[in-house]
């Protein structure tokens, strides 16, 4: 655990890793070729962070110094990102949502899911049939209209906005077929959805989704340098990053495994960090770093990710991937800095 106030740094525990697993999160490299440094996590409280890794979730309680296994991830390694509806919630019911992300190239069914966040018991509450969708992408709860947002990704009809205001019961799709509306990183502000697109052979836009005479549409915000995966809300600023990755299209295995051509969407190698103050609307880029030297596939897009959970947005803890400077390391940045 890290204070970002006070700079103070504190074990909690440790994953149960095998020594293999441990002798390879050693190095830079291997621990990024086997996917050693990706999380998923979300603070259910003051006392406690559920996190997922390797296909396990596991909940961290910060004041007993415990870490212990509470579900498996049944499809993927992890979800991309949990979401917490509290106990004020009127029509939706309280707990922890999320949505299944694996490859899925062949669009299989995919689930979303439940999870008591007493007894960590978990059930399918919907399902995308088949030919519906990749993957999901998050799953975003909207306290001002009691409803949960769905994206889904990744091509053609899957790229997709979907609602439910009965913790899926029904659930309605808003708006589909464009990677405009292919994303990752959402926030609610005032009403409006606002999220950053993820299509690396597409231009990537800032976006805000609202509603007006009873009609959803999407007005494009701001340019982007390329896609978000990565991101979350800080105060009243949405900070994410922008990656740098191919746009997924080989030849054959041996371009695959080697190649560092970027996909259409992404301006350039750098990993840019953009900071969105809600209340005025400024976007700006805070902070850049180009990715490295190694291909995309096997070592990992180049990516600034962030942890689970909010600050206030005036310290941004970015942890570096397949960068060129901080390598799996966090850098404190100033969330002020222009």
Known sequence: MHDLQTDNL???????????????LSFSLSARAMRLVNFTSIALDADR??????????LVDIQKKD????????KGKRPMFFCLVGPSAK???????????CGNPDKNPINILYVNPDT???KVVYTFGKGMVNHVHNVVYDEE???????????????AIWKTNDSFETVECILKGKQDYRADVVTLYQGDVWYATDAPFAHNHLIRLYEEKGKWDVEKIAPLNGPVIYGGRMGEKLVFSTDVESDGIYKNRIEALTSRKLGKGIKDYNAYLYSLDLPTKDLK???????DIFPFVVFQFGAIMFPGGECDGSIIPAFHVALN???????MLNGNTD
């Open 10 to 24: 504190e074990v909690i525990g440790a994953l149960p890793l095998s020594s293999k697993q441990k002798f390879f």
């Open 49 to 58: 962070v559920l996190m997922a890794y390797r296909s396990v979730a596991y």
């Open 67 to 74: 870490i212990k296994p509470v579900f498996k991830i049944d």
């Open 91 to 101: 029509n939706t019911i309280p707990g922890i949502y999320y949505g299944d992300y």
């Open 120 to 122: 960590f018991e978990k």
């Open 145 to 159: 209209r009691d409803c949960i947002w769905v994206f889904t990704g990744d091509f053609e009809d899957a790229a």
């Open 285 to 291: 880029v805070i902070y850049k770093c180009k990715k």
């Open 325 to 331: 400077r901080y390598p799996l390391k966090t850098l």
